[in-house]
């Protein structure tokens, strides 16, 4: 079965280009956005982009086999992303997420899913790793919720849920969130999700209510780039995608935040 509506000729020839470009090579990679959205749950959509995972250590080597293919190739965003091009269509390669929370590790190939996109037998994001991404994209202009709520929907007997709680980590309560949104849009359904894990989750919350770190600290701009700005540049806030508490250098910040007029 395709996925998603096919996009125009010029686009799927890319497309299918850096794919079978990167398996020649080796190097391994992962389709998701739209592809994997459509395989899990259904939902087809039309996309102006392409989304390849792979991981960091194999990204340079990925961006010369696509240069010497004729792609005009960029490191838009060294924390994240790197782009490759052909006149006006371009794939993105992704090997982590804007907020720098989700890298593509082995796990993300390990509980890979077989299926064809243009042509191609290929493997997509996991079903766990595309709610976990998905779940920090809470800005203004877009927001994954519905994405996160269609694939618990649809995958919810598949999915390793002890796998899922443990990618968030110490930011489980952006998946507990989620969680408690799926059980209002689905009232009928909110079985759907193990009974351990909103114990697991609930309990967490029960146990810090009342209570504070004792750090100001703004935790906001790992679901916004852009909302939770007055907080870090005028309130006072640490922002806590900077390190030693997050991921990210200042300097990535900073060019991830000029970004935001350019990608609206």
């Known amino acids: 079965m395709e996925l998603t509506r096919a996009p125009d000729d010029a686009a799927a020839a ?33 996309t102006k982009d392409f989304d390849i995972f792979l991981r960091r250590a194999d990204l340079d080597a990925a961006l010369g086999v696509l240069a010497e293919a004729g792609c005009r190739t960029e490191l838009a965003y060294p924390h994240w992303l790197a782009k490759a091009y052909r006149g006006d269509d371009f794939v993105d390669l992704i090997f982590s997420s804007g907020n720098a929370m989700a890298a593509v590790d082995d796990l993300w190939f390990r509980h890979a899913e077989p299926a064809t996109v243009l042509g191609q037998s290929i493997l997509l994001t996991p079903p766990e790793e595309m709610i976990w991404s998905k779940a920090f994209v809470m800005e203004r202009e877009r927001f994954d919720g519905a994405d996160v709520a269609h694939t618990v929907h649809a995958c919810h007997e598949r999915l390793d849920w002890a796998r899922l709680v443990a990618r968030f980590g110490p930011q489980w309560r952006v998946l507990l969130a989620h969680l408690v949104l799926f059980g209002f849009i689905y009232p009928g359904e909110r079985s759907h999700i193990p009974r351990w894990v909103m114990t697991e989750l609930v309990g967490r919350l029960s146990a810090e209510l009342g209570t504070d770190d004792g750090e100001q600290v703004c935790q906001g701009t790992i679901i916004s780039r852009e909302q939770y700005l007055p907080d870090v540049e005028a309130w006072g806030y640490f922002d806590a995608r900077v390190a030693p508490r997050g991921p990210m250098t200042r300097e990535e910040v900073e060019r991830w935040t000029k970004a935001i007029g350019e990608t609206h």
Not at 17 to 46: D, K, N
């Open 14 to 46: 890319l497309y299918r280009r850096v794919m079978q470009e990167l398996a020649r090579a080796r190097i391994p990679y992962l389709v998701g956005g739209a592809y994997a959205l459509a395989h899990y749950t259904g939902i087809v959509r039309s």
